[in-house]
């Protein structure tokens, strides 16, 4: 019998993977997936655990399930992801609506409890099982025929920031073997992938060794390029720490890597960066920052910030104010310092919430004026143009430039998968707006 699923995915774009990976392990028990989140015979929510109030969200969501099925059969209700991982059993006491907690290092488990699972017996797998997961997934394809793909190549963390729970979510780093990421980008753009996103909590740190040789993230990059099919290369996210020559060369070789790289530097403070446990120094970045812009005056940058770690001092807080002016990023992500249990900043005094939110205003009008400013820049000029769908409304169609700004513009669908001219017409701070041009136009 075909039994319907309904996944909801939260957080980061790792989430986003294994979210597609577990549908794909799920359809061989029967499941197949359905957009309708109130008919389905199982649930799954795969959730992030990186701020605010990630647990109290997860049973709002589960409370939210109980009433869309309070008048029909009850679902499966599955928890996983990062807030499963760092809550576990807990969750099955707390809610006995929940049925399955499983964390994310023990997806290759999912359907054997499926299949297994009776309503008296509730289960949690939070194991790290790191090694197992990706050799169960490696032996079932990954059917995205997205024309943009994320591919998983490292999980976890050793850098432990004191800020951030992924060491203890993702557990530690594992890198990928280096031929299965190969045979699965290979597959990928088999189904019609044009880009492929290579990702990982901390994607180039990335690093595989076989054979007394080390296989790095430009290893990676340097074998996909060679595929013909594939236009374009992406990582993310990355660390400072780790941006090593041989990634930056990359730069100077690859014709398929984007000039636009995530790099977080979270303060434009030394001391603050140092309270972090970030393992870099501003004048660190701002190396990386010119060897890059040295190779390419047109790579561009987006970063994250974190505003108001506890004991950051006004002159603190304007040195990331002159950060940012300086290397003018095109598009980021800033956020007020969230405590998360079981990091060592969590037990710190916090700056008052009045402070931190005229901080976050401040951060934010700069780096969306510039990234405004940018997406202006477009205006009445010609862009390649990634396609990779239609709008939800149908009309038009979806793409991307190569600095990742969303592009909405009308066009045939005929183009979809294919790089694509088109003339931008306008824009407000998210997005760009225009028309496929069919003359031979030069791009901006
Ligand atoms: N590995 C990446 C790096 O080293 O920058 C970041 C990964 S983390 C999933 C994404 C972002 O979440 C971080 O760059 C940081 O800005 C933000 N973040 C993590 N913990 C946070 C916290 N406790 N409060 C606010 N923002 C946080
Ligand atoms: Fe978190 Fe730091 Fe690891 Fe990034 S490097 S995932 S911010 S602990
Ligand atoms: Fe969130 Fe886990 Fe990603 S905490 S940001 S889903 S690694």
Do not use: W
């Amino acid at each position: 019998m075909q039994k319907k699923v309904f996944i909801k995915t939260f957080g980061c774009q790792m989430n986003e993977y294994d979210s597609s990976r577990i549908y794909d392990s799920i359809k061989k028990i029967g499941f197949i997936k359905t957009e309708k989140q109130d008919s389905a015979n199982c649930y799954i929510l795969n959730t992030c655990h990186i701020r605010d109030k990630a647990k109290e969200k997860v049973y709002h969501e589960v409370g939210r399930v109980k009433q869309l099925y309070s008048k029909k059969n009850k679902p499966i209700m599955v928890v996983a992801g990062c807030v499963a991982q760092a809550e576990n059993e807990e969750m099955l006491k707390r809610e006995p609506y929940i049925d399955i907690v499983i964390g994310p290092q023990s997806y290759h488990k999912i359907n054997q409890i499926l299949l297994n699972f009776t309503e008296k017996e509730k289960k949690e797998i939070t194991e790290f099982d790191t090694v197992k997961k990706f050799e169960y997934f490696d032996k079932i394809e990954n059917k995205s025929n997205r024309v943009s793909s994320f591919l998983t190549i490292q999980e976890g963390c050793d850098k432990f920031c004191h800020f951030c729970v992924v060491p203890f979510t993702r557990g530690p780093e594992y890198s990928r073997p280096f031929n299965k990421i190969i045979d699965e980008a290979e597959k990928l753009i088999k189904n019609g992938s044009k880009e492929i996103t290579l990702i990982g909590q901390n994607v180039n740190a990335y690093s595989y060794k076989k054979d007394s040789k080390v296989y790095k993230i430009s290893n990676l990059i340097n074998e996909l390029e060679k595929f013909s099919e594939l236009e374009r290369i992406r990582y993310t996210t990355s660390h400072p720490r780790d941006m090593t020559d041989d990634l930056i060369d990359c730069y100077v070789t690859s014709k398929k890597l984007m000039p636009f790289i995530h790099l977080p530097i979270q303060s434009g403070s030394n001391r603050i960066l140092k309270l972090m446990n970030r393992k870099h120094t501003v004048e660190e970045y701002l190396e990386i920052y010119n060897k890059l812009k040295k190779i390419n005056s047109k790579i561009e940058f987006s970063s994250d910030f974190i505003i108001s770690y506890p004991g950051e001092t006004v002159k603190e807080f304007n040195e990331t104010i002159e950060l940012i002016k300086k290397i003018r990023f095109i598009n980021s992500y800033s956020f007020i310092f969230s405590p998360r249990p079981g990091t060592k900043a969590a037990g710190l005094e916090l700056i008052s919430d009045e402070i931190s939110k005229d901080r976050l205003l401040k951060v934010q009008e700069i780096l969306f004026s510039h990234q405004l400013e940018m997406n202006q820049s477009f205006e009445n000029k010609y862009i390649d143009v990634l396609v990779e769908n239609k709008t939800k409304k149908g009309n038009q169609l979806f793409g991307r430039n190569k600095y990742l700004n969303s592009v909405i513009f009308k066009g045939d669908e005929k183009n979809i998968g294919k790089i694509t001219k088109v003339k931008i017409e306008s824009c407000n701070q998210n997005s760009l707006f225009g028309e496929i041009v069919h003359k031979n136009m030069k791009a901006a």
